[in-house]
């Protein structure tokens, strides 16, 4: 069971002792007319103060033994423990009795004979032949195309001068504008009606701005005129594939000719892939042991669990809108039909978390400071940072860290398990070339 009752004693001359220490405390601190400080006799204090003295006295009382209990019984608790009786007659022994939510006690079921399928993608020349393509691109060389209208891939050269119902708008005008056809930088809708144009043509071009478009919210969603004057086409001209490409890819002599590159690439892209199986596999295992152990997971943490959840896809519906009013977390009310949407996921993700904080213990991960500061360091770089120190301290105080050495002992945790169950590997062809063939 999840709750707990817990009954203990105070002994009477424990809680007298604390009574009178703290007279004495409140007789260094307080002006008492007619005595000097410190000299107050202790009958007035008592007179006094002697009620709040005895009532603070109590609580702290209380509070300190309750938590020594807990510790000593082991429990591990969710939320703070509850009150539930207090007897203290004058002279006597105070019993106490408390109820707490706990995580309850529970043995990892044997798991070394489940068998864990990894289904490793095969890489085909196709995929080598991208890889290599890819950095074709990136030692191609811009010429200029005078012989035939715009393509796709093409890099284009034009002035645009774009309006909303007739009114032009904020960042709707440019000149000598340089653009790739099919990127990522230009609107799709409008990058498929300037295929085609030839170089000196205007034309003017209706387009659908997405409801998500954060460059501009006042058009987000609706739909704008272009009129574009196209005046320059360039083609990206790619490298001959030979030894000589090979050779000059950054960094030079990396490969010693297109073959080696062939080679290299292919391992490069396995390990990838390998990568890729493994981590699937890792959630396969997380979800089967956590199904071979099923627990009882504590209400408190359920709801706690809810509400994150509810708070994660009220930010996820504000990302869409293009929102930036930050979420006071404090003032969300869960509704019944919220807790019952999540309350399945919910449980299903704290059975998991409890069974591998469980699997963690019984093998002895630890996360030393040197593989904290390795990631701390890699996501300083992915995100552009630089000051590694200053970014760590942020993240220790807005919880960013917590979560960072949970996923670092997880990760851990799940590579110590696969070396524990039965895998079997197995190459297997991409869904998508099945499918076609």
Request: hydrophobic share 35%; proline share 3%.
């Amino acid at each position: 069971s999840c709750k707990k009752k817990i009954k203990f004693d105070i002994a009477y001359k424990d809680y007298q002792a604390k009574v009178q220490s703290s007279y004495l405390t409140l007789a260094r601190q307080v002006k008492v007319p007619g005595f000097r400080p410190g000299k107050a006799p202790m009958s007035m204090l008592e007179k006094r103060f002697g009620p709040n003295v005895k009532k603070e006295v109590m609580t702290q009382l209380v509070s300190e033994r309750l938590a020594e209990v807990i510790e000593e019984k082991g429990f591990r608790s969710v939320s703070p423990p509850k009150i539930l009786e207090v007897e203290a007659e004058e002279g006597t022994d105070i019993s106490v009795s408390a109820s707490v939510e706990i995580v309850p006690d529970f043995k990892i079921n044997d798991y070394s004979k489940v068998e864990i399928p990894i289904e490793i993608t095969r890489v085909t020349d196709e995929d080598v032949n991208q890889a290599i393509n890819y950095q074709r691109e990136r030692q191609g060389t811009k010429v200029q195309v005078l012989d035939r209208p715009v393509e796709d891939k093409d890099f284009v050269k034009l002035d645009f001068n774009g309006t909303l119902n007739g009114e032009a708008f904020e960042g709707g005008k440019g000149s000598d504008h340089i653009v790739q056809i099919g990127s990522e930088y230009l609107l799709k809708d409008m990058g498929n009606q300037l295929i085609g144009m030839s170089v000196d043509e205007e034309k003017d071009i209706p387009v659908q701005i997405p409801e998500n478009y954060s460059s501009n919210k006042s058009i987000a969603g609706k739909e704008v005129i272009f009129h574009v004057s196209l005046k320059g086409i360039q083609k990206n001209q790619l490298p001959e594939l030979n030894d000589d490409f090979a050779k000059n890819i950054e960094p030079k002599d990396k490969f010693a000719s297109l073959e080696d590159m062939k080679l290299q690439i292919r391992s490069q892209l396995e390990e990838h892939a390998r990568g890729d199986a493994h981590r699937e596999a890792k959630k396969i295992v997380a979800k089967k042991i956590t199904e071979m152990n099923p627990i009882e997971v504590p209400e408190g943490l359920v709801e706690e669990q809810i509400k994150h959840m509810v708070v994660q896809a009220l930010k996820k519906e504000q990302q869409a809108k293009n929102q930036t009013e930050s979420i006071n977390e404090e003032e969300i009310h869960v509704t019944d039909s919220q807790k019952k949407e999540h309350r399945e996921n919910a449980i299903q993700l704290l059975q998991q978390e409890l069974v591998l904080d469980q699997l963690a213990s019984n093998l002895n991960i630890k996360i030393d400071e040197s593989e904290l500061n390795a990631e701390v360091n890699n996501m300083v770089r992915m995100l552009g940072e630089t000051n590694a120190h200053k970014m760590k301290k942020q993240w220790e105080q807005n919880g960013v860290l917590a979560r960072l050495q949970s996923r670092i002992k997880r990760d851990k945790t799940l590579d110590a398990v696969m070396k524990e169950v039965q895998i079997k590997e197995e190459v297997v062809d991409r869904k998508e070339d099945i499918d076609n063939n």
